[in-house]
């Protein structure tokens, strides 16, 4: 299986400063179709989770421009430039090239 | 707009087995491919099991293959999680989530194992 590896797994922020989580991947998640299925998901406390961005740097209908997404290959960043108090939750990466699907252990993200 | 509610979760006893279903509204559900994801008490997401679109391609993660199977009726707008020789492991909140992208998820069924 693909080993999706974040850091930091906690990240304790200042509101307005930015902030970034890594994806390492333990194989290439770029498909035989040329695309690279690598996607964000956040979830906020109490709720389920929801996607932020999708095929590495797309963000989803409502996301905030704030949230950015980068990275090929193996290696990919999530970025929040200026941290807000409703950002707080877990982040978390996932690939959809491999089976089975595999995600990232989550990435904790508290107001300082 | 888009709607995924999922339903079934229940305590059961390790070994027993339980039905999980999800109702879809909002889209056209037999042009979608599934997914269910569960997330253990206090823990991250794990990938369970995906559906094609028409049901012709299954896949499952190692740690419930052989003991759980996924399947769709798209006449009734639901995608269903049959799990057996249930283990305290599988307790979690599963979700039903559309899209190879996974880009709508339900709320949630929690199931507990435990005797």
């Known amino acids: 299986d693909v080993v999706m590896t974040q850091s930091p797994l906690s990240l304790p922020v200042t509101l307005g400063q930015p902030a970034s989580i890594s994806c390492r991947s333990s194989q290439s998640l770029v498909y035989s179709d040329g695309i690279t299925y690598m996607h964000w998901f956040q979830q906020r406390p109490g709720q389920s989770p929801r996607r932020l961005i999708y095929k590495v740097s797309n963000r989803d209908s409502g996301v905030p421009d704030r949230f950015s997404g980068s990275g090929s290959g193996t290696d990919f960043t999530l970025k929040i430039s200026r941290v807000e108090a409703e950002d707080v939750g877990v982040y978390y990466c996932?690939?959809?090239?491999?089976?089975?699907?595999?995600f990232g252990q989550g990435t904790k993200l508290e107001i300082k | 707009e888009v709607q995924l509610v999922e339903s079934g979760g229940d305590l059961v006893q390790p070994g027993g087995s339980l039905r999980l279903s999800c109702a879809a509204s909002g889209f056209t559900f037999s042009s979608y491919a599934m997914y269910w994801v569960r997330q253990a008490p206090g823990k991250g997401l794990e990938y369970v099991s995906a559906?094609?679109?028409?049901?012709?391609?299954?896949n499952y993660a190692n740690s419930v293959k052989g003991r759980f199977t996924i399947s769709r009726d798209n006449s009734k707008n639901t995608l269903y999680l049959q799990m057996g020789s249930l283990k305290t492991e599988d307790m979690a909140v599963y979700y039903c989530v559309r899209d190879w992208q996974l880009d709508n998820w339900g709320q949630g069924t929690p199931v507990t194992v435990s005797s």
């Open positions: 996932m690939q959809g090239t491999h089976w089975p699907r595999t």
């Open positions: 559906i094609s679109s028409n049901g012709g391609f299954t």
